[in-house]
């Protein structure tokens, strides 16, 4: 039987890190991880991008099984097409903002690298900026180059971990109008990891609540927010609970 398109997680474990979570993301779709620090959401995204093997789960994206701990499948990092974007930009800063881009064109011909780096960074609305260094980029600069290098992988997903956590309000909301046109085109699963609940409401299909390592509520932004299902699922999202 074929897998299914999209990206479906299962993660289980007692410890070291309590994890009970099942979520799915599907082609095109945008899901927002939301919960409070510690709540397990980058460990999530560690364990699809195979930074991170839980005692039990299965990870399957595009159609391909990364992870099924039953049947001892684990494709090592290198081999998941994972573009992963952080907070903290995580650019080498002694390679310009062309370089940086073409570190993560490997799987290219080296005769292709540069132009479809130079691409990438005009659809970020980068023309003019490929030769600075990331100390010579603002911070919305920077991570757009940090989006362009996780394009540049050619990834089955996209994770994206507090992206515009640190990131001036005005900049922020350019790189969210960034993020919606660019998931038009990209018709893949993007999996975002935010603290801030307006911005899962505007960008997001889904929202899926978590705390102490498990998923507690899946659905619609409006709808988690404005009908949490639980006590636990409101303080988890710092709302009052009738």
Known sequence: MAEPAGLHVRLSQDEPIPLT?????????????VGPSGSGKTTI????????RPRHGRVVCGGAVWLD?????????????????FQTY??????????????????????????????????M???GLEARRPAELS????????????????????????????????????????????RQSLRIPIVLVTHDLSEAEALCDRLCVLDAGQTL??????????APESRRVAEALDLPWA
Not at 21 to 33: D, Y
Not at 151 to 164: G, H, M, S
Request: glycine letters at 8%.
């Open 45 to 52: 995204l560690r364990a699809i991008c195979g930074l991170y």
């Open 90 to 123: 995580a650019l080498f800063p002694h390679k310009s903002a062309l370089a940086n881009v073409v570190a993560a064109l490997g799987h290219l011909p080296a005769g292709q690298r540069v132009g479809r780096a130079q691409a990438l960074l005009a659809q």
């Open 21 to 33: 979570v099942e979520l799915s993301c599907s082609e095109g779709e945008m899901l927002a991880l």
């Open 69 to 85: 701990t039953s049947a001892r499948i684990d494709r090592p990092a290198h081999r998941r097409r994972v573009g992963l974007v």
């Open 217 to 226: 509520q899946c659905g619609p932004p409006a709808q988690v927010i404005g």
């Open 125 to 127: 609305h980068l023309v």
């Open 139 to 182: 911070g919305g600069q920077q991570q757009r180059v940090a989006l362009a290098r996780a394009l540049a992988r050619d990834p089955a997903v996209l994770l994206l971990d507090e992206p515009f956590a640190a990131i001036d309000r005005r900049t922020r909301r350019k790189l969210h109008a960034d993020l919606a046109a660019l």
